[in-house]
């Protein structure tokens, strides 16, 4: 079966940096992903990891470890725009159709 | 300039009845899919269509029932309605490459009373 744990809620302060935590279970391995979703809006996606590392993109960044199960997305200077949830979604093996699946998503709220 | 458009957005309809949600994407992409997306916000796949073929199909009730008539079109029949079928319903598609990365659509919520 699949599981992915993340935290459900997380709060920070504007400018600041918030590291959200992802562990998953699955069955076989080939990518984990993040997407942000406002309240009320599709999610969109944020990145893509296959192999270990951190990837960095702009104010945010991912990292993968494969061998732990566990990926974390960074987010720094922080911004009011920035409250939304944060989703992580594996794709468990390699096929057609690109099928993810979700964590329940951690919502982060940034206060002035 | 939508790029996956669904309709409609809110649905609000009585136990036991039939409803649609079509979707429409103009981005050219071969593989379109139907999320669920409950009170808890868990995202969960439903189906996914290939260039017109099914080629996902969860555990879904047989009263689900998608349709694609070409591969920039999906739409979901839902019969008999039930009241854990409320929820948003994403649309959402993908290039067929190696990035994972869908598009989706803005979404559409339905509750059944």
């Known amino acids: 079966g699949q599981n992915i744990d993340q935290p459900t809620e997380m709060t920070a302060t504007e400018g600041a940096i918030v590291q959200i935590n992802c562990t998953y279970q699955?069955?076989?391995?080939?990518?984990l992903f993040w997407y942000q979703q406002h309240a009320g809006e599709a999610p969109t996606f944020l990145s893509y990891n296959v192999l270990d590392g951190l990837e960095e993109k702009g104010r945010f960044s991912s990292f993968l470890s494969r061998s732990k199960g566990y990926s974390y997305l960074l987010l720094k200077e922080l911004q009011m725009k920035d409250s939304a949830s944060y989703l992580c979604a594996v794709r468990p093996r390699k096929a057609a159709g690109n099928k993810l699946t979700f964590g329940g998503g951690t919502r982060v709220l940034v206060k002035p | 300039d939508t790029a996956v458009s669904q309709t409609p957005k809110y649905l609000v309809t009585q136990m036991g009845n039939d409803k649609s949600i079509k979707c429409e994407q103009n981005l050219g992409h071969d593989t379109m899919y139907w999320y669920k997306q409950d009170s808890k916000k868990f995202l969960k796949i439903m189906f996914s269509y290939n260039n017109k073929e099914l080629i996902i199909n969860e555990t879904v009730p047989n009263r689900f029932s998608p349709k694609s008539p070409d591969k920039a079109h999906l739409n979901l029949h839902i019969n008999s309605l039930e009241l854990g079928d409320s929820a948003v319903y994403f649309c959402?598609?993908?290039?067929?490459?190696?990035?994972?990365?869908?598009?989706f659509g803005e979404g559409s919520r339905l509750t059944v009373l």
């Open positions: 699955t069955s076989g391995f080939n990518g």
């Open positions: 959402a598609s993908s290039p067929l490459r190696d990035t994972g990365e869908l598009f």
